[in-house]
């Protein structure tokens, strides 16, 4: 964000750069011929998505016949390999290993450029033994991944140059320093060798060798360059996620090799690691079910994201937030769940729509009298609540869809009422503090002028244009590219038109935006890889199963933790993805409904964000607020705490996930608001205006728990207890003082 975006005065508030996208302290910053190659190709890569997944030939595009152009669509392993391939060498180019840039480099070679160089030439060779297995297949050559004729080669041409690039050039590019202003020499054998591995596996996998992965007929070049691959996905993460999600990845790949010397239902039978990792690059592991979303829906999403980056959309939306609720109590605060909900809904992680939208409320809500560390939990907790709001959820609509074979309308509408209940009782939390502690809304020269913004109500035409072609039947493909495409058009309206350069720019703004989800989602894939080859995921929901012959709700308890623990320091896709495949089938055969047993693991998956001690939302948010990061998760984690309470609410009444008669929707859904609403008064201590004594907030929260389950006996027991404490609160007035009450900004 621009500076003067993120400035606090008493001008009106102009929402300006909310749309930038925010530089990580490791991204080279380049400049000129390195510029121009890595806008060129992030541009080509986001353009090569959009044209695969709708189907286009770039001859028949041109009317001319090229053989050597590539069709589409493309066959599905092929284009996934392609698809992870590509993000990594863009990946190495732009992400440096280390957070630390060096000014001063040696001005001539040193050892360890000599020994690059070297590795650089290992990984060549790698990529020209590739290349000449498929020439050979292409003249005709039967591959036999047992003859000696292959598997020498395949050694010794392709796997050990290959291997000892790839973990040569890791290492190499912890040590080597960098400038930020220019490519390093490690990570550029690093890119090299993603291509090996890609050209080898298109190649292999081309000549219907996977139906021999898992077995002893693999070719070993499968096995090596899988080692590889992992090693690459890996790096990478670590580079653009941290280390949460490389160290939960570690733990299960240790497993794999050790979980034959484990105890009870840990135990799992021993596997080689030729046969493990022949099969851990296929669709039952890295390509599977997060690539394949990745590879799609999600990089789709990023490519509209980015044009209505590009077209300033996001900035409209936040102007919009302000104009409309900037006037009443707190507002900041209020600003911040709305304009952060609809940027969250697109962003697709927590931490990210933080950065972006976080700079500009956070300073705002610290100037009408938020403590820095409820302004920034405040946002934290918006940002978090975006990855549930229908109909794009952070893309995890599309994991969901793709993992449970649900259709994908069928699970956007029955987000609605859940996300519906997290953005009130996170709105509830806010009022109440800000009427605790007296604040008054922003006055009205310092807003962007309501009227205005009004005529500039056909911004949100994409977002009309998506939701009605998801609703009318088109595929998600296509009505994305629709939506992609109505943000071009209606930048026409603006000062911001889209012409050829600003398109490219936003082609370019996705291939780099995709980076960081596509190296999540394939590290994910390993995971669920190690899952399913293990059989992990079968034993645990033994344990539940068993857990539940003494009760229900003490499973629903462990699944919830189990959801969290998994999820903390992950992006939404890849918590929920490692999430679904641990806990969602124990649930399920529990006799729990698919949906309801993935919205249960997916809501917790999500909430992670903001859980202590794992909490990145938070943590981003405090970076920006200059609040302690441990108690701006704590601090978020009390304002999202009504959310916490809502999926054992969806369990108890599938009627909060559509699965009903309309009239037992409603019934449902305004019971499940006021039980929100009293949650979020017994927690703030805030009832009828005023403070509440420690019964009054006993009452009300015992009122909340009763109108979780949704029946009618309880529903009537709760709004008993809510009306008892409406009475004792106006006709006895407890002193509050005598309460054990936390003031949510002391």
């Not at 140059?161 to 290492?171: D, E, K, Y």
Request: glycine share 10%; net charge positive; proline share 4%.
């Amino acid at each position: 964000m621009s500076e003067s975006s993120a400035q606090v005065s008493d001008q009106p508030v102009i929402a300006e750069g909310v749309d930038d996208e925010p530089v990580e302290a490791n991204r080279r910053l380049l400049a000129h011929w390195r510029f121009v190659l890595i806008a060129t190709l992030a541009g080509s890569y986001a353009a090569f998505h959009m044209a695969a997944l709708n189907g286009l030939s770039l001859s028949g595009m041109t009317g001319i016949e090229l053989s050597f152009l590539p069709r589409f669509p493309l066959e599905t392993w092929n284009f996934r390999i392609v698809h992870v391939a590509g993000a990594l060498f863009l990946g190495f180019l732009m992400f440096s290993a280390r957070l630390r840039f060096s000014d001063q480099l040696p001005s001539g070679w040193t050892r360890l450029d000599y020994v690059a160089m070297l590795l650089l030439a290992l990984a060549v060779v790698a990529c020209g033994a590739a290349i000449s297995f498929a020439l050979r297949i292409q003249a005709g050559a039967m591959w036999n991944g047992m003859s000696a004729e292959y598997r020498t080669p395949e050694i010794y041409w392709f796997g050990v140059p290959l291997l000892i690039a790839t973990f040569g050039g890791i290492v190499l590019s912890w040590v080597v320093k960098s400038s930020r202003a220019r490519f390093s020499l490690p990570d550029l054998v690093l890119g090299v060798c993603a291509i090996a591995v890609a050209i080898y596996l298109v190649t292999i996998y081309g000549t219907l060798m996977r139906n021999s992965t898992g077995t002893p007929f693999a070719p070993i070049g499968i096995s090596l360059a899988a080692v590889a691959g992992v090693a690459l996905i890996m790096e990478l993460t670590r580079r653009v996620a941290g280390l949460a999600l490389i160290i939960i990845a570690g733990v299960f790949l240790v497993y794999v090799f050790v979980g034959h010397l484990m105890p009870g239902f840990l135990n799992s039978p021993k596997i080689n690691w030729a046969r493990f990792f022949s099969q851990v690059y296929t669709d039952a592991g890295i390509l599977g079910p997060t690539t394949a979303v990745s590879s799609t829906y999600i990089i789709l999403f990023i490519i509209f994201a980015a044009f209505l980056q590009a077209s300033k959309v996001g900035d409209y939306f936040v102007n919009f937030a302000f104009a409309a609720a900037g006037r009443t109590r707190g507002g900041p605060a209020k600003v911040a769940i709305f304009a952060s909900g609809l940027m969250g809904m697109i962003n697709g992680t927590s931490a990210g729509n933080v950065v972006a939208t976080g700079s500009l409320t956070i300073p705002l809500m610290k100037k009408v009298g938020y403590h820095r560390r409820t302004a920034g939990a405040v946002e934290a907790a918006a940002s978090t609540g975006g990855q549930i709001m229908p109909p794009i959820m952070g893309a995890g609509a599309f994991i969901m869809a793709e993992i449970t074979g649900i259709a994908y309308t069928d699970i956007a509408i029955a987000a609605i009422i859940p996300a519906v209940l997290y953005f009130v009782s996170v709105f509830f939390m806010v009022d109440f503090e800000a009427a605790k502690l007296g604040m008054r809304g922003m006055a009205e020269d310092e807003l962007p002028k309501l009227g205005r913004l009004i005529r500039q109500v056909y911004l949100f035409i994409p977002i009309i244009i998506l939701i009605y072609a998801l609703f009318a039947g088109y595929s998600v493909i296509r009505a994305g590219t629709l939506a992609t495409l109505a943000a071009a058009v209606v930048s026409w309206l603006t000062p911001h038109r889209m012409g050829p350069r600003r398109i490219g720019k936003a082609f370019e703004l996705a291939g780099v935006m995709s980076i960081q989800i596509i190296a999540v989602c394939a590290c994910a894939g390993i995971i669920v890889g190690v899952i399913s080859l293990t059989g992990v995921g079968a034993r645990f929901s033994a344990v539940l199963l068993g857990i539940a012959d003494t009760s229900q709700l003490l499973a629903l308890f462990f699944a919830m933790c189990i959801a969290i623990l998994l999820g903390m320091g992950m992006p939404t896709t890849a918590a929920y993805a490692v999430a679904a495949s641990v806990v969602a089938p124990g649930l399920v055969k529990l006799g729990i409904p698919l949906l309801t047993a993935h919205f249960f693991v997916f809501y917790f998956a999500v909430l992670s964000a903001i859980t202590p001690p794992v909490a990145l939302a938070s943590y981003a948010a405090a970076g920006i607020s200059g609040a302690n990061p441990m108690r701006t998760s704590m601090a978020s984690f009390k304002i999202g705490v009504a959310a916490f309470i809502v999926p054992y609410m969806f369990f108890y009444n599938g009627a909060l996930l559509m699965q009903a008669p309309w009239y037992s929707v409603l019934q449902a859904a305004i019971t499940a608001i006021i039980g929100v609403f009293l949650l979020a008064s017994g927690v703030q201590g805030w009832f009828v205006g005023g403070r509440a004594a420690w019964i009054i907030r006993l009452m009300l929260i015992a009122a909340a728990m009763f109108m979780i389950e949704g029946g009618l006996v309880s529903d009537a027991l709760g709004l008993a207890f809510g009306g008892g404490a409406f009475f004792v609160q106006k006709i006895f007035r407890p002193d509050p003082d005598a309460a054990i009450a936390v003031r949510g900004a002391d």
